[in-house]
C-alpha cells in the first residue's frame, strides 16, 4: 500500500491511528463473502409450465 491510496479528509490521525485503520480495512477484504443459500422457488413458479399453445409440448 502506498501513502496515495489512504487519504485523510478530516482530523489529523497518528501513525498509529492510521496504521489501526489500514489493518482493520485489509481484515474485511480478506474476509470471505458470505453467500446466501439456495432457497426453495417461489410460490407462483411453477416447475412444468407448459404455455396453451406452445409448440413444446411433454
Do not use: H
Request: without cysteine.
Amino acid at each position: 500500500m502506498t501513502p496515495e491510496d489512504v487519504v485523510v479528509v478530516r482530523g489529523a490521525p497518528d501513525d498509529d491511528e492510521l496504521a489501526a485503520l489500514v489493518a482493520a480495512l485489509a481484515l474485511l477484504a480478506a474476509r470471505p463473502r458470505a453467500v446466501p443459500p439456495a432457497g426453495k422457488a417461489p410460490a407462483w413458479v411453477r416447475e412444468s409450465f407448459t404455455a396453451p399453445g406452445s409448440w413444446a409440448r411433454g
